[in-house]
Every structure is written in structure tokens, then in C-alpha cells.
DNA sequence: GTATAATATAATTATACGCTTATATAAGTG
DNA sequence: CACTTATATAAGCGTATAATTATATTATAC
């Protein structure tokens, strides 16, 4: 494991985007599909569906495909759930979307 | 405070460079001179120095001048400093760079 | 089969990023 | 003062990123 530093970076950078935060914390409190994922953000289909291949490209998702829907959820398996868990901890909600409880 | 999860996805889109997370991670031991920190990188000091900027300009450090020497610190009075902490957790060492006794 | 809905991929574009070299600034030394 | 050391800033460059529109794929419904 030489260089764990550097797989722990790239995840941080595929966390450090606005859009691809609030996605996984959404995806934190129960699974998506990506038509429900489209619906918080004013974004384009395909942007969400980029995003999601980047979260899925570092396993930190799973797809679950059922009938025509993608469902995501949290890779609770993955290596560097335990970094991505804490990270999660600090983002309280999604504040800034429709189905925001907060404010 | 609106938006958070924008701040927050600052912090670690600067965090989610291997230089900078190491520089961090160093940080995190004890301070350190931009001098002493340049040794550890295969880079040029501009690199270097604007990596720290981009650190400082987040709040994540501080900078102390000492005669001809720029000190730099973790700052653990930033609002992110929780968030900063916890993801300084998961790095255990920098092992990639010359003074590290891992491997 | 055709039509529609959900999703992914491809191509494009503008901007951001990380590095380099060159230069500037600031402090210490003789 | 000139000279060196430490550091920052400026300019330039190649690549990566995040979005868009257009198109392809896949599954269901009729």
C-alpha cells in the first residue's frame, strides 16, 4: 500500500464538487435513482449522469439496476467508505435544493 | 449560512491534491518553513508556494513569518478545521517523499 | 413491431488547474 | 552598499474539468 495518500486525494477531489457532495448526501439518508437525483439539481440529464460514473468510477457507489431505473446507494464496502462516512458527517443537509427541509 | 455544502466542497477540492494533502499531512505533525517543505517535493518552489496560497487563501493554514522564513501551520481556529481534522485522520503517513520512515 | 421513458455516451467548448521559467520582493550577511 | 537566501508573483502552456447539445442504448408499454 505505497501509496495510499494518493487514491485518499482523488477521492477527496471527486468529493470536492458542489454537485457530487450533495449527491452523496443525498444518497447518505437512502438510494436514488437517477431520474430522482436529476430533480434537485438544475443541471442537465447527462451532467448527473457524468457525475454519477465519476462517484461509481472510485467505487464510492453502486448501481443497482431494477426495470429501466439506475438506483444508486453508498458503497458502505468500499475501502474508503470509512473516509467518505466521516466526510459525510460534516455536511449536515442538503440546504440548497427543492426538497430541502432547512433554511 | 445558506450554503454550506459550497464551502465544504471547497475544502476538499483543495484538499484532493497529492501535494497539497501531504503538505497538510505534514502540517499536521508540526510546523514547517516553505523551505523545509519544498525538500520534500520533486517540484519547483513556485509549485510549492502556490500550493500554500491556495491553502492559506481557504483558511486552512496559517502563515508565520520568522526573519527570511515563511512558518506555516495547520489553522486549527478555521470553521473547517473539524472537517479538516477528520479527513487528516485517514492519512496515516506520507510515505512517497524522501524524510518518511514507512513502507 | 413502434413509441416512449430512463439512462449513457460522444463530441464540443469554456474555464480551471498544476506545472514550468522568469522575475520581483524582502530579509540577512559581509 | 552588493550578494545571497527565502519566498512570492507573473506569464505561459498543456491538460483536466464540468457543462452543454446531440445521439445511442435499454427497457417498458401499446
Redesign the pocket.
Given at each position: 500500500m505505497a501509496n495510499e495518500l494518493e487514491y485518499q486525494a482523488a477521492v477527496l477531489?471527486v468529493l470536492?464538487?458542489?454537485?457530487r457532495l450533495a449527491i452523496m448526501a443525498l444518497l447518505k439518508e437512502r438510494e436514488y435513482?437517477?431520474?430522482d437525483l436529476?430533480d434537485f439539481f438544475d443541471?442537465?440529464?447527462?451532467?448527473i449522469?457524468?457525475?454519477?460514473?465519476?462517484l461509481k468510477a472510485l467505487g464510492l457507489i453502486t448501481?443497482t439496476?431494477r426495470?429501466?431505473?439506475?438506483?444508486y446507494q453508498i458503497n458502505e464496502a468500499s475501502e474508503h467508505y470509512p473516509l467518505v462516512k466521516a466526510v459525510l458527517g460534516f455536511v449536515a443537509y442538503v440546504c440548497d435544493l427543492p426538497g430541502s427541509t432547512c433554511d
Open positions: 477531489k470536492g464538487d458542489k454537485t435513482c437517477a431520474c436529476l443541471m442537465s440529464q447527462p451532467a449522469s457524468q457525475h454519477l460514473k465519476k448501481e439496476r426495470a429501466q431505473w439506475a438506483y
